[in-house]
C-alpha cells in the first residue's frame, strides 16, 4: 500500500494553459469552441454595443451564467429532455446537424507559401539561351544546391554520375553562377566571395587580390601579414577587408532564409505616475462563458439516455473548468510579473544595464507558489516594457558576486558592460580579454579572464586582434 497522487486530466489542462503563449491560447480557444457546444464566445465589440440600460431590467434567467452556477446545479437525470434539445442544433458528434444552403458557395482558405531557392532560380532559367543538354543540366544542378546555396558535390562527381565530360558540367555551372544572388553555385566560401565580387566588376581590386592570394590570413584577419605579403599599405587592405564584409557568406539564405516572426507580448508593463501597472495582452481574445441555455434545461428536466445526459455532463464540467482555468492563468501571469518587476526595480526605471540577480525559486518564494509553476509562467511569453520587448527568462540571471558597494552583480550586467567596454574602445589599441578583466575588477567586478571570453563571444563579439582598424 502507498500513498500516490495523479494528475486528473483537468489539472494537466490548467498546467498546459499556464504554458501556452497568447497566441497558443487564443487557437486553443478556438479549436474548444468548436469542441464543446456548452462553450460561448463573447467579442469586446459585442459586449461594448450592449445597451447598458437594459442590464436593470434583466431577469435572472437571462444573466450570463457564472462557471461556478455550475457546480451548484442539482440535476434530476430523468427529467431532462436531452435528445430533444440535441436534435435542435448538436449530436453527440459535435456535428451541426441545422438545415444548410447546399447552393452557397465555400472558399478553401489557400496558405501563403513562400518562394524556393529552387523555384527562385529556375524562374531566371526562361530569359537565357540554352541548348537541349543544358536545359537537362542546369536545373538538375540547381536541384543539388544546399539552402544556403552551394553546390557540395566536385563537377568530376558530377560529371562521373551522369556520363558526360567535365566541361559540360563547367558551361552548365558556369550559366548557374550568372544567376542571382551573386554567389549561388559556389563550391567554397572563397569561390563565393569571388564571384560576389566579379558580379560586382572588381575582379581587379585589392579586394579580390586577398580573396585570391591571402585566404589563409585572411580567414584569420591578419591584416599586418597580407599588408606584407601583397605589398600593399595596410590601411589600404584594411579598406579592402571592409569592403569584402559587405558580401554575403551565405547567398541562398537571402531567398530561403527565415523572414523574422512578430513577436506579441503576452503582459504590457507601463508607468503610471510613479508605479509600473501590468496589463495581460489578450484583447484578441473571446470572453468565455457558459451557455445560459444548457443550464435552463437542465433546471427544466426530461427524460434522456444514459450516454446522451454523460455526454453533456461532461461538456458542461470541461467548459466550467476552462473558464475557471482561464482566470486562474490570468491570476498567476499577473503575480508573477508584479513579482518580477519588484525584484527588478532598477531595470524597469532605468534599463537594461541595471538587471540585478534573480532566480525562479526567489519568485516562487515571493507568489508562494512552486518552481515548476513559475518556469511555466515565464516559458516562452514576452512582456512590453518601456524599454523594449523582452522575453521573462531575461530577467532571470545568476550572480557574479558583489560590487563595491555591497550590491548583487548580475551576469547580465557583467555583459553588458563588457559590450559597452569594446564600443568605446580605441579601434587602433583594442581590449584585449586580460584588459577588460582589469577594468572590470577596478570597478568591483571580479571576473576571470576566461569568463570574460565566454561573455564576449555570447555577444558575438570578436577578439582584440579582428577588432582592430589600421586606418
Same mark, same amino acid.
Given at each position: 500500500m502507498k500513498l500516490q497522487q495523479k494528475l486528473s486530466f483537468q489539472m494537466i489542462q490548467s498546467l498546459k494553459l499556464l504554458q501556452?503563449?497568447? %497566441? *497558443? %491560447?487564443? *487557437?486553443l480557444l478556438k479549436t474548444e469552441l468548436e469542441m464543446n457546444p456548452v462553450l460561448e464566445a463573447t467579442e469586446d465589440e459585442e459586449i461594448e454595443q450592449e445597451d447598458p440600460d437594459n442590464k436593470e431590467n434583466e431577469t435572472?434567467?437571462? =444573466?450570463?451564467?457564472a462557471a461556478d452556477e455550475v457546480d451548484e446545479l442539482k440535476v434530476n437525470e430523468d427529467d431532462v429532455d436531452w435528445e430533444k434539445y440535441l436534435e435542435d442544433g448538436f449530436d453527440i458528434g459535435d456535428r451541426m446537424s441545422e438545415e444548410t444552403d447546399h447552393n452557397k458557395e465555400y472558399y478553401e482558405p489557400v496558405s501563403v507559401q513562400l518562394v524556393s531557392l529552387d523555384e527562385y532560380l529556375q524562374n531566371q532559367l526562361s530569359g537565357k539561351s540554352l541548348t537541349e543538354k543544358q536545359k537537362l543540366l542546369v536545373p538538375f544542378l540547381i536541384g543539388s544546391l544546399d539552402p544556403d546555396g +552551394? %553546390?557540395?558535390l566536385n563537377v568530376t562527381e558530377i560529371a562521373d554520375f551522369l556520363g558526360i565530360s567535365t566541361p559540360e558540367v563547367d558551361d552548365a555551372l558556369s550559366i548557374v553562377h550568372s544567376l542571382e544572388p551573386a554567389g549561388i553555385g559556389a563550391h567554397t566560401l572563397q569561390e563565393c566571395l569571388s564571384l560576389q565580387l566579379i558580379a560586382k566588376h572588381k575582379e581587379k581590386t585589392l579586394a579580390m587580390r586577398i580573396v585570391a592570394e591571402t585566404w589563409e590570413l585572411f580567414e584569420k584577419l591578419k591584416i599586418p601579414e597580407i599588408s606584407r605579403h601583397l605589398g600593399v599599405d595596410i590601411k589600404e587592405v584594411q579598406a579592402a577587408i571592409d569592403d569584402i564584409k559587405r558580401l554575403h557568406p551565405k547567398p541562398g539564405y537571402l531567398i530561403t532564409g527565415e523572414r523574422p516572426s512578430t513577436i506579441v507580448p503576452d503582459l504590457i508593463v507601463e508607468k503610471v505616475d510613479d508605479d509600473f501597472v501590468v496589463m495581460l495582452n489578450d484583447k484578441s481574445m473571446p470572453s468565455l462563458h457558459i451557455n =445560459?441555455? +444548457?443550464l435552463q434545461l437542465i433546471k427544466r428536466g426530461g427524460p434522456a439516455k444514459k450516454d446522451v445526459k454523460n455526454y453533456i455532463r461532461e461538456k458542461l464540467n470541461g467548459a466550467s473548468w476552462l473558464v475557471r482555468s482561464i482566470e486562474q492563468r490570468r491570476t498567476t501571469m499577473l503575480k508573477v510579473m508584479y513579482a518580477i518587476i519588484e525584484r527588478q526595480k532598477d531595470f524597469f526605471e532605468k534599463g537594461p544595464p541595471n538587471l540585478n540577480p534573480l532566480k525562479l525559486q526567489d519568485i516562487a518564494t515571493m507568489v508562494n507558489m512552486h518552481i515548476s509553476t513559475v518556469s511555466r509562467v515565464t516559458s516562452n511569453k514576452y512582456v512590453q516594457t518601456p524599454h523594449g520587448i523582452y522575453e521573462l527568462k +531575461?530577467?532571470?540571471?545568476?550572480?557574479?558576486g558583489q560590487d563595491n558597494d555591497g550590491g548583487d552583480v548580475s551576469a547580465e550586467k557583467i555583459r553588458n558592460r563588457i559590450g559597452e567596454l569594446i564600443e568605446k574602445e580605441n579601434s587602433k589599441k583594442p581590449l584585449s580579454d586580460q584588459k577588460l578583466s582589469d577594468i572590470l575588477s577596478r570597478e568591483g567586478f571580479t571576473i576571470a579572464r576566461r569568463t570574460v571570453a565566454k561573455y564576449r563571444e555570447q555577444q558575438r563579439l570578436l577578439p582584440a586582434r579582428m577588432r582592430q582598424k589600421y586606418d
Open positions: 501556452v503563449n497568447t %497566441l *497558443q %491560447l487564443e *487557437q435572472n434567467d437571462d =444573466k450570463e451564467p +552551394y %553546390l557540395r =445560459k441555455s +444548457y +531575461y530577467f532571470f540571471t545568476e550572480s557574479m
